[in-house]
């Protein structure tokens, strides 16, 4: 089983920053991919960011140039750096590990204000 524990979370002014973390713990054999998704209320769930085992990433276009995803892979931990933030970038932030199978942190809210 594994588990993934997120961090970073909170509220913020338009314009500013927030970095989430998410670390990853348990059995697993090793990891392909590291993530994130956001859900936000009536909206569809949107792919934000993705990095592989070999360092390439992919961004939502929504986010690209103010969002940057990185890993540390001796800790099993992902990050999101999220700069310029709006308020259409509110939602819940969920992280998932793709190893043998796919697995999901419980999620972290952001919040930004106008």
């Known amino acids: 089983q594994v588990q993934l524990v997120e961090s970073g979370g909170g509220f913020v002014q338009a314009g500013g920053s927030l970095r989430l973390s998410c670390a990853a713990s348990?059995?697993?054999?090793?990891?392909?991919?590291m993530g994130w998704y956001r859900q936000a209320p009536e909206k569809q769930r949107e792919l934000v960011a993705s990095?592989?085992?070999?360092?390439?990433?992919n961004y939502a276009d929504s986010v690209k140039g103010r969002f940057t995803i990185s890993r540390d892979t001796g800790k099993n931990t992902v990050y999101l750096q999220m700069n310029s933030l709006k308020p259409e970038d509110t939602a819940v932030y969920c992280c998932y590990v793709k190893t043998i199978g796919s697995f999901w942190g419980q999620g972290t809210q952001v919040t930004v204000s106008s």
């Open positions: 348990g059995s697993m054999f090793s990891i392909n991919e």
């Open positions: 990095i592989t085992v070999r360092g390439t990433s």
